[in-house]
């Protein structure tokens, strides 16, 4: 987990750095997004390579594989900025498509370009850059452009109930709907009033999708209603001196068909409200508040927001058709659909859309002013947070996840160590596949077993297995004879005729593979003439040492063993057997966290041969050894919970 967040943020720094994400730098062909930052979009990003293994970030799309429907006026589709973007085009009830010519007016500004280019803008190493560039974009065309006039018949006889039908048929994941109701809030209207009025009731029939298993998310405008001037007599209309009409609006809650998941349980889980807030962080002062829909509300930047105009015809090569300070909360809820398409990305599809936004409004910065759910709803999006495990990660070993660490192990510490009885098999076996992880909210996070299973001690299996079955043989000398206890800087030893006593010395010895597993021991050796030779030994356990770091603490064990070896004087041939009861291991590999726990007991019997055995005549004076290719059987049982 911490080498994940390191990596994270290293990646992430260099994302930042990047001119897409800034707001402006020296070259005119670069006008950024200052808005990525704010959400943590670059943590987000970078949490998506680290998890996909592409550390230069040039192979991972955010959100590739999601779907995101933009209820709009259009788009835009040859607009360089957009090229190589996933967008297709349907026009909703034969609605006219935009052309050029219907916004030489207005500097070419495109409400549904404008909304698209948010999410959608490729990386080009030019202009801006999409919140979630990767995923697949459906523009439904609505009658909600200016190249449709107010009294146009096309605006009074769309059918919206159709529209959404058509719309959630597609198989959209997201659907982003940037528009609503002015001059009227949610507050206002009963539940009965809102279910009877006009298009809007059987629209919420639509947009609930009762009996689908996991509907689609629709993200909503609050409105831009604060302080916009109105009428006396107005709803939510009080005196303003400042305004041209001496009134102004106080918007406290959402419009109507944004605000209804406050007051209609069946739109409540998959509905989310946007309000927009500027530079300083601050709610913008045109934005509607949350209001009474604050548990289904969260706010996003719609202050200066870069978004794309109409491209023109031949623009130079440094004009990009950008627009530098596009504003409302237009502007914010595409910053929260990119972000819901980010996170089903990064989590693999395995969060339904329901957990999505769950996940969303429990993320979200509710620091400072945040707190005030009144006006920020839950919160400031923040995509770094919501990529981010909540509290520890646990590998669960039991059927539910979600639990705050019970019923599962830290990933943290979850660890398996190999001795060199094993090699490096286990891990080369285990390179690309992974484990799950989750946090308190249930979601997952994927990890490389391989990193969690390594060696313990040397790094090449080839050197680890001549360790084990020769370890008495020293490369460009002769062998060793006799036992051989490996000294440590603490080591003591006491011999009394046969006998011989040691302290914190490792028993390996010339005559046992077997005991080169154990660690620094307490030993007994006894040794006598007719060539019989007992050891005992109980070991000190190395990972309580304020010098080992490489593995988790573990409860204080000991490892015991004996070694019993016979062979006659002057005789080429002997026998042996070792015992190795391991408390806490298994050949010297260990284990913690999910890993479970390790033991075993080790029985080796083996034979001896003079190390020229079959090679001519023998030498002078024969070394015993144990030679590095003798036979040996063993058993091991090992209990893991």
Known sequence: MNRFIELRNGFAADRLAEPEFQENTSSTRYVGQWALETLNVHQAHAALAVIEGDMDGQNVKPGAGVTVGVMDSGVDLTHRELVGASI??????????????????????????????????????????????????????????????????????????????D?????????NASYGFTGTFVENYTVNQLRAAGRLGSSFEVIAQRGVA?????????????????????????????????????????????????KLPELQGHNVVTVAVGRDGRIADFSNRCGIAGPWCIAAPGVDVTAALFDSVAPSPDAFRVLLNSQGTSAAAPMVSGGLALMKHFFRGQLSNRELLTRLFATANKNGIYGSSSIYGQGLMDLGAAVSPVDNAQVMTNSRVGTNGQGGHSIQTTQLRLGRAFGNSLSHSLAGREIAAFDALGAPFWFGLSGLAGTAYQPSSLGRLHSLMAPGKQAGGPPARGTRMTRTPYALAVHQGAWRVGLYESPATAESSLLNLAGNAATVTFKAQNGFETTAFATFDPATSLTRTDFPPRQRTSDVGALLAWRPPDTPVGVRVGWLREGNSLLGSRATGAFGRLSATTCSPGSRRPPNWGAGAWPSTPRSVWWPRTWAAGSSTACCG
């Open 214 to 262: 996991d509907p689609s998310i629709f993200v909503w405008i609050a409105g831009n209603d604060h302080g916009n001037p109105c009428d006396r007599g107005d709803e939510n209309c009080f005196a303003d001196s400042s305004s041209t009409t001496g009134f102004s609006y106080r918007a406290t809650s959402p419009g109507p068909e944004a605000g209804a998941v406050a």
């Open 167 to 175: 719309v959630l048929a597609s198989g959209v994941d997201i659907v």
């Open 88 to 165: 297709t085009e349907t026009f909703l009830q034969n609605l006219p498509d935009e052309t050029r010519a219907d916004y030489q007016t207005n500097g070419g500004y495109s409400h549904g370009t404008a909304v698209t280019s948010i999410m959608a803008v490729q990386p080009n190493d030019a202009g801006f850059l999409g919140i979630a560039w990767g995923a697949n974009f459906k523009m439904f065309t609505a009658p909600i452009g200016s190249h449709i006039p107010e009294n146009d018949i096309r605006r009074r006889t769309f059918d919206w109930d159709d529209a959404y039908r």
